[in-house]
């Protein structure tokens, strides 16, 4: 896959989550609770963003480069929309930013990517499936419940549309003000949740208590990122040290790798699994404000 260090620890999280949703849905099945099968179009969705993600889709565009976000003066991944480009364009251009708002400005339009490719996947499977149910000549019950799922699918990618349009107003106003001191949150995975958790059907109680724990979700991305970071710096010292013939630098080198590489792992499926949970909790407040 020619992947870097990150990017295989990355894909080792978020394969252990899928394996882990997997093996919970089994158990669901065997006690016929999920009769209607959308959590098994639910999975298969999610390995296909995977498969996308880290480009084992069979297509050559799809796959992600390095996680730097400059290399030799130029970015190592497209945005595939004109709109970011030309905004990632004037925000690099325009003085505002140093290096590390930069950083984190690109981390931001990636994560604005990534979105838009959740979301046609999503709609790409609401597709196939209405498409399916208006080939059914005869209504049953059966039907009714794939008209539940459909609803429930088309809530799913309003939600997604409605972050997605919220995402692309603020990179808009951040690329050409530049980043507020005041902000209240840095992680663009952090502010799309909170953007999302004022809209739902909170108390002032339940906000401020959600305001904190993304606080500490915050504070483990950033422990996360730093391990990237780590990994990224030893998997280059290690390839230099190959090359030396030192085999007691060697030994050392790799063992630092492999502690670097095990605990980026862990504390990737932290995050991701705690990002899940987040995400749920916001899903059931927005969905309680459309009853």
């Known amino acids: 896959l020619h992947l870097s260090a990150v990017k295989l620890a990355e894909l080792h999280s978020d394969l252990k989550i899928q394996e882990k949703d997997e093996l919970s849905w089994k158990k669901l099945k065997a006690e ?11 999975l298969r969705r999610n390995l296909n963003v995977i498969m996308t993600k880290y480009g084992m889709n069979g297509k050559k565009d799809s796959q992600l ?16 929309d004109p709109r970011l480009e030309k ?13 590390e708002e930069l950083d984190k400005l690109w981390r931001e339009f990636k994560h604005h990517k990534e979105k838009i490719r959740e979301y046609n996947i999503l709609l790409e499977t609401v597709s196939r499936t209405e498409d399916i149910h208006k080939n059914v000549i005869n209504p049953s019950e ?19 549309l409605r972050s997605i349009n919220q995402g692309f107003e603020r990179l808009r106003k951040v690329s050409h003000q530049g980043y507020d001191t005041t902000s209240e949150f840095e992680e663009p995975r952090v502010i799309d949740l909170w953007d999302m958790a004022k809209s739902a059907n909170f108390t002032e109680k339940e906000l401020e208590s959600f305001r904190e724990e993304l606080k500490h979700f915050e504070a483990k991305i950033e422990k996360h990122h730093h391990y990237q970071k780590q990994l990224e710096i030893s998997h280059q010292k290690l390839k230099h040290v190959e090359g030396t013939g030192d085999k007691d630098h060697l ?19 932290k995050v991701k699994k705690h990002l899940q949970d987040l995400s749920s909790r916001i899903s059931q407040g927005l969905q309680h404000n459309e009853l």
């Open 251 to 269: 030994n050392r080198n790799k063992e630092k790798y492999a502690m670097l590489q095990e605990k980026t792992k862990e504390l990737g499926y």
């Open 142 to 160: 059966e039907n009714l419940v794939k008209e539940e799922i459909l609803h429930n699918k088309h809530r799913e990618l309003k939600e997604k």
């Open 32 to 42: 016929g609770l999920d009769e209607d099968g959308e959590k098994e179009a639910k």
């Open 65 to 80: 480069a390095d996680t730097n976000y400059i290399k030799d003066g130029t970015e190592s991944d497209t945005l595939d």
């Open 87 to 99: 905004l990632w364009s004037k925000a690099k251009t325009s003085g505002k930013f140093s290096d």
